[in-house]
Nanobody
Framework: QVQLVESGGGLVQPGGSLRLSCAAS????????MGWYRRVPGNQRELVAL???????RYANSVKGRFTISGDNAKNTVYLQMNSLKPEDTAVYYC?????????WGQGTQVTVSS
């Protein structure tokens, strides 16, 4: 069974940066979308950023200009560069790889922005 392994989360001060990575444990064919979501306890999971196989991107308004998503379809890997982090970015971040046969989700990585 394919697993997505996330890394890069942690504790950072406001204004700092983190880079999240997500890699599949084995090859996934026909990936058409890769993305990141986040969830704050008590809230629903929300979209952070998506990137299509064609390179088109979509960002939540709250992260535009601060976060950058990138992906490598050949390596089944997606990244999220997060700059100018704010306390309200604190959440568990989940990666998503969407293929023709279904969605694959990571286990989540905690990002905490605090002084």
């Amino acid at each position: 069974q394919v697993q997505l392994v996330e890394s890069g989360g942690g504790l950072v001060q406001p204004g700092g940066s983190l880079r999240l990575s997500c890699a599949a444990s084995e090859s996934i064919s026909s990936i058409n979308v890769m993305g990141w979501y986040r969830r704050v306890p008590g809230n629903q999971r929300e979209l952070v950023a998506l990137i299509t196989s064609g390179g088109a991107t979509r960002y939540a308004n709250s992260v535009k200009g601060r976060f950058t998503i990138s992906g490598d379809n050949a390596k089944n890997t997606v990244y999220l560069q997060m700059n100018s982090l704010k306390p309200e970015d604190t959440a568990v971040y989940y990666c998503l790889l969407r293929s023709g046969v279904g969605d694959y989700w990571g286990q989540g990585t905690q990002v905490t922005v605090s002084s």
